[in-house]
């Protein structure tokens, strides 16, 4: 799927509300629609860490960026009245595995009230028309399976993180249950995607990011868990996905609103070592890996999705390969240790991929 012409004239001038847009997924998704011509408000809290993509790539001067916190329901509202959105798209979040066992209450709060809150909005809204609940391929009750798991498989994930997304998932069909069904009435989805990679993420415990730091200091890259097998996919790929859904069911509610997976071809499952080596590859100058094991929290080994629901129903599919996810990914933040502008560099992966 590519936004081309006829996606272009759906999206200009489009208010377009995206929470979460000062963080990794956001600030790309805020690029992606503002390039196709949508009028962006973000709600969010501030991009307080450095470095952080939000104000490396400077989107912030290109929308309407308001700081609040997803469970101050006051302030959303206000910010509902002011936007008028057309399209929502909630990525707020906390949304790492290991910051939620330091701290299930508030991943729980931000997670699933969070939900409820923007829920509540969309519900008095008269403009919403397209809502699209950004959750995660960790939604999914883990068996350690050979197979993807299917949009129909049961929701329960482990730890605090996957189990708040399970619930963020519950939350949007009760409510699209009781109070979405007229075919007036904004269009309800959620999506899953696979472990996204891509240029400006600087999140901790992540693999990536991981890589860049190591990269940085000097030091060879420690993996904690080689063996887990992930849907990597990059944010091109995964977004094109959230975007792709958000106008179908703009389009034509019924028969496009629900739960879709967006992942990466089976073969591009792999495990963390494979990536990382292909991180190595591609950085060059001798980078290398090391496993680091050690005793932590429980992780799934095995995660992929099956993405047969999104090509069949959307006719969407991922554009790169593992081999592609990784030369874009580097591209990006050999510009940013260059300190060249990641802006350009952005926008050029934007163009081309959506040319
Ligand atoms: N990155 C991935 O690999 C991945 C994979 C699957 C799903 N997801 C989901 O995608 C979404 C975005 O993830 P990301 O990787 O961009 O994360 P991120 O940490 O980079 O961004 C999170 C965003 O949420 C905002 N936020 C956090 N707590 C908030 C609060 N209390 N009130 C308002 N805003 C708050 C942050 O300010 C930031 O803008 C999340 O919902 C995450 O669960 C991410």
Redesign the pocket.
Known sequence: MVISIEHRSFWKGKNVLI????????AWLSSVLLNAGANITG?????CEEPNIYNVIGVSKELNSVI????DMQRLQKTFNEAKPDVVFH?????IVRESYNDPVSTFD?NVM?TVNLLECIRKSRSVRSFVN????KVYENQESYWGYRESDRLCGHDPYSNS?SCSELVTFSYRNSYFTDSEASAISTAR????IGGG?F?NYRIIPDCVRAVQNNEDILVRNPYSVRPYQHILDCLSGYVLLAQKQYENKSKYEGSYNFGPDHKDCVNTSLLVGKFCEAWGSGVKWVSNSLEGPHETVTLKLDCSKANAVLGWNPLFNIDQCMDKTVEWYKAFVNGDECDSVTMKQIREYFA
């Open positions: 929470t979460g847009h000062t963080g990794f997924k956001g709600y969010s809290l501030d991009a609040g916190d997803i469970r990525l707020a979040a906390q949304p931000i969070g950004i959750t995660t391929d997304k995607s696979g472990n996204v993420d999140s």
